[in-house]
């Protein structure tokens, strides 16, 4: 089944403990992204990757890293969460030149405390 | 910055009606169009994409008019599964890939 998994789906921490949210497609797709969803902001965007070891910031990459160092994967590291990371993370893949098929994973649900 | 703008909602509506979401974009240089569909706390998921030709999808018609700067989904015969928040989203492709998303008009459909 063509799909894009997170992991993990649910994460209570504390402010400084470092993290890595995983993300994977198994779909072969050259473009992976990352966002945040908060409530009265909507989606926006944290990073992005066009290819292995291409990546970019999106609109929000402050207090974010991640790695493209294979195709199928995409972590999102918080180096040191702090409270206003508290949010819901998406990962979405998609095919070079056809952002109209793009395919978010469930969500993970972090909370820093 | 580049925005994206839609109706703020609530819209509540009978089973059976037509509803209309609008959505106005900044970036005069976007370059493709799309409306998402998401139900509460799970993810994304496209809905349809915008054409400026207009495109009709069973009950769903979406509109784009870029001299406005403006696009439309139109839902007729409005079905309790209909019940969401639909996203309108912009691509600002200018040799990077970025998608912007409107932030939302939740739609309850009422029996």
């Known amino acids: 089944e063509a799909q894009v998994t997170q992991n993990p789906r649910y994460l209570i921490t504390v402010t400084g403990k470092k993290l890595t949210v995983t993300c994977s497609q198994n779909?072969?797709?050259?473009?992976m992204s990352w966002y945040r969803q908060d409530p009265g902001l909507g989606l926006r965007q944290i990073y992005y990757?066009?290819?292995?070891?291409?990546?970019d910031k999106g609109d929000v990459p402050e207090g974010y890293k991640v790695s493209r160092k294979e195709k199928r994967n995409f972590p999102l590291i918080l180096e040191s969460p702090s409270p206003n990371q508290t949010s819901l993370y998406f990962c979405?893949?998609?095919?070079?030149?056809?952002?109209?098929?793009?395919?978010f994973g469930p969500g993970t649900r972090l909370t820093v405390l | 910055r580049k925005e994206v703008e839609q109706d703020p909602g609530p819209f509540n509506v009978p089973e059976g009606a037509t509803v209309a979401f609008n959505c106005t974009y900044s970036?005069?240089?976007?370059?493709?169009f799309f409306w998402y569909r998401q139900d509460c706390r799970k993810e994304p998921k496209l809905l349809m994409s915008?054409?400026?030709s207009g495109n009709e999808d069973g009950r769903f018609t979406a509109q784009l008019n870029r001299a406005s700067q403006y696009i439309s989904l139109l839902i007729r015969d409005s079905k309790l599964s209909d019940s969401a928040t639909y996203l309108c989203?912009?691509?600002?492709?200018?040799?990077?890939?970025?998608?912007?998303f409107g932030k939302g008009t939740k739609l309850s459909v009422i029996p």
């Open positions: 979405a893949s998609n095919p070079a030149g056809a952002e109209d098929t793009q395919y």
């Open positions: 779909m072969n797709h050259e473009y």
């Open positions: 990757s066009m290819n292995v070891e291409v990546t």
């Open positions: 970036n005069s240089a976007s370059q493709s």
């Open positions: 915008v054409y400026s």
């Open positions: 989203v912009v691509n600002n492709w200018a040799g990077s890939y970025q998608l912007t």
